[in-house]
């Protein structure tokens, strides 16, 4: 079974502004590309994607970045019923954002590393796999 990986916002938003991480952001996503993992994001997640990315660079800007995260091969992840239990779930016992809670628990339900630079995560260290951008 290929490793797999779920990118937060924060990692997709550090990568196109070239910040802190933006470096591991993209090794990652080469090896995704390359089909060495498994990579996806959660479709509220995506949502804060193209919601930054268009406050940012305006509408064309933010199509640019979500046709990217599709041909880059990053699978999108539906905010399902059991999905929206489970993030529901997490935010119910976590001091996270409700976006948060539904990219930790799309990594909890597909046994995946999050990637992510957020220190709302924290409080789910050893809970749910976490690779730190640094």
Same mark, same amino acid.
């Given at each position: ?14 990568? &196109? ?29 995506? #949502? @804060? ?12 800007? #933010? ?21 929206? &239990? ?16 539904? #990219? ?6 597909? @046994?995946?590393?999050? &990637? ?7 409080? &789910? ?8 951008? @640094?």
């Amino acid at each position: 079974m290929k490793k797999a990986v779920v990118f937060d916002a924060y990692a997709i938003i550090s990568y &196109l502004k070239d910040e802190v991480g933006a470096k591991t952001v993209g090794r990652t996503l080469k090896d995704v590309v390359g089909g060495k993992l498994h990579g996806s994001i959660n479709a509220v997640n995506l #949502a @804060e994607v193209y919601y930054i990315t268009r406050r940012i660079g305006g509408e064309g800007y #933010a199509d640019q970045v979500v046709n990217s995260l599709h041909e880059w091969g990053l699978e999108i992840i539906p905010a399902d019923h059991q999905l929206a &239990l489970k993030a529901g779930e997490i935010k119910a016992v976590a001091p996270l954002s409700l976006a948060d809670a539904f #990219a930790a628990v799309t990594a909890q339900l597909q @046994e995946a590393t999050l &990637l992510t630079g957020d220190p709302d995560f924290h409080v &789910l260290e050893g809970k749910i796999k976490i690779q730190w951008l @640094e």
